[in-house]
């Protein structure tokens, strides 16, 4: 049975990556208000990935389902 929490996670941490390669995605306006936001989305993007990541080495389905926190990769989110 899979875990819940992690697939909620997961889904969460997938939407705030995709937010962050928005964000980087060329310039939309002013350059100040550019870099807070491409700030913004990549701190969103790294708590989420932290909360996956403590997750993982927390939760007892996790690990019987095979999971290691170091498969969190930033750079291949999407299936």
């Known amino acids: ?8 996670l997961n889904r969460d941490w997938e939407v705030k990556f995709r ?4 964000a980087h995605d060329g ?3 002013a350059v100040k208000a550019m870099l ?9 993007r790294n708590a989420a990935e932290n909360r ?9 389905i996790c ?10 990769d930033a750079h291949q989110p999407f299936h």
Do not use: D, F
């Open 63 to 72: 690990q019987a389902e095979g999971r290691h926190p170091w498969e969190v």
């Open 27 to 29: 310039y939309k306006g």
């Open 36 to 44: 807070a936001e491409r700030s913004r989305t990549n701190s969103e």
């Open 19 to 22: 937010a962050e390669i928005s």
């Open 1 to 8: 049975m899979p875990c819940e929490e992690h697939e909620r």
């Open 52 to 60: 996956l990541v403590n997750h993982i080495r927390e939760c007892a």
